[in-house]
């Protein structure tokens, strides 16, 4: 088993750019998430999937669309990138209710030049 | 205000030391709390959860105060493999809010 999985691990772009972040579980989890993390922040829910065919807003959404495909992927959209959004993104996934089944992908390390 | 409140550190102990640390959380309907423990440049993984009751996994010790809101996580005797950032995180209808992190480091 994989878990959770992202791609790509590292981006650069420049102002204006869009591009959009992967990611894939195969746990069999219904629901799945998105977070940034800053330094000092703590990380930050930008949108979650509690299942197949739904998405929510978060905490910080703005900027930001997302895509549940399957029950498997949720990918995250930048349609215009900004400085802002240097961050590092993690995905995650767990059983619906079962915030204590939470697991995290890789991350992946994004620039906004 | 964040929601989430923890000490930055850096905690520095020597190993085989006892280090506490404590979180407060301002959402007072959040129904579930955990510590992740975050190594540098990896994903957070979950410590455990915490209860009511206080837990304990082997040489872990979580408690949770409703009343003044604050969870506490206790590490005895301290590995080098301990070095890590601890997250603290309190939940409200899977809204998981994560504190910024308190870094330790064990010396040898």
């Known amino acids: 088993n994989a878990g959770v999985t992202q791609t790509p691990k590292f981006q650069v772009l420049k102002t204006g750019q869009s591009m959009t972040l992967q990611c894939a579980q195969d746990?069999?989890?219904?629901?799945m998430y998105w977070y940034r993390q800053d330094p000092g922040m703590g990380l930050r829910l930008i949108y979650y999937?509690?299942?197949?065919?739904?998405?929510d807003k978060g905490e910080v959404p703005n900027g930001y669309n997302v895509s549940r495909l399957n029950k498997r992927e949720f990918s995250l959209r930048l349609e215009s990138a900004a400085p802002s959004q240097t961050s590092v993104y993690f995905c995650?996934?767990?059983?619906?209710?079962?915030?204590?089944?939470?697991?995290f992908g890789p991350g992946t390390r994004l620039t906004v030049l | 205000r964040k929601e989430v409140e923890q000490d930055p550190g850096p905690f520095n102990v020597p190993e085989g030391a006892t280090v506490a640390f404590n979180c407060t959380y301002s959402n007072s309907a959040s129904q579930s709390f955990f510590w992740y423990r975050q190594d540098c440049r990896k994903e957070p993984k979950l410590l455990m959860s915490?209860?009511?009751s206080g837990n304990e996994d082997g040489r872990f010790t979580a408690q949770l105060n409703r009343a003044s809101q604050y969870i506490s996580l206790l590490i005895r005797d301290s590995k080098l493999s301990d070095s890590a950032t601890y997250l603290c995180v309190a939940d409200y209808n899977n809204d998981m809010r994560f504190g910024a992190g308190t870094r330790l480091t064990v010396k040898p």
């Open positions: 999937s509690a299942s197949e065919g739904t998405t």
């Open positions: 995650a996934s767990s059983e619906w209710g079962r915030t204590d089944t939470q697991y």
């Open positions: 915490v209860y009511s």
């Open positions: 746990m069999n989890h219904n629901s």
